[in-house]
């Protein structure tokens, strides 16, 4: 199995949001306090929502595709400065995500490396991403990269 990886185009969103919508419900099933719960047209909102980012020059969507198929996709950003965070300028890995029939190929790490090369061009000091506590496979690939703890966030549930 082997996949290109190149810049996302406008008709690869649909795909892109399915994908999408897989993190979303993947998430989902770790926390369903925490996270938003998958619903009805999110594959065309989550499309619709990077479509809107493509042409921004401080973001970049990358997908890997095999015979026209769109397998995966990593969504990476330049972020400012962030009091809220207590961070100097960085990029940010938002989404990475690959086909279930896709994984154990290293298309994730390859994406991973064009989204880190895209933000070391863009003169980003540091990368910066945040992983579902329970998902042990992506932090596994994140550390094999380089990437090292530095926040947990924690969450409480206020009845209502």
């Given at each position: ?40 047209g ?36 330049l ?16 989404d ?39 998902n ?25």
């Amino acid at each position: 199995m082997t996949a290109t990886i190149r810049l996302a185009q406008s008709g690869d969103m649909p795909a892109v949001g399915q994908l999408g919508a897989t993190l979303m419900r993947t998430h989902y099933d770790f926390d369903r306090q925490r996270f938003i719960a998958p619903f009805e047209g999110v594959e065309e909102g989550y499309a619709s929502f990077l479509q809107s980012i493509l042409q921004s020059p401080d973001n970049v969507i990358f997908v890997a595709e095999d015979g026209g198929a769109v397998v995966a996709y990593v969504w990476a950003a330049l972020e400012p400065l962030s009091w809220k965070e207590l961070r100097g300028p960085a990029g940010f890995i938002h989404d990475l995500v690959v086909a279930e029939e896709w994984r154990r190929h290293g298309i994730a790490r390859r994406l991973m490396d064009a989204a880190i090369e895209w933000l070391r061009e863009k003169n980003a000091p540091r990368v910066v991403l945040w992983t579902a506590a329970p998902n042990d496979i992506a932090q596994a690939l994140f550390e094999s990269l380089g990437f090292r703890d530095t926040m947990i966030e924690m969450t409480l549930e206020l009845p209502r």
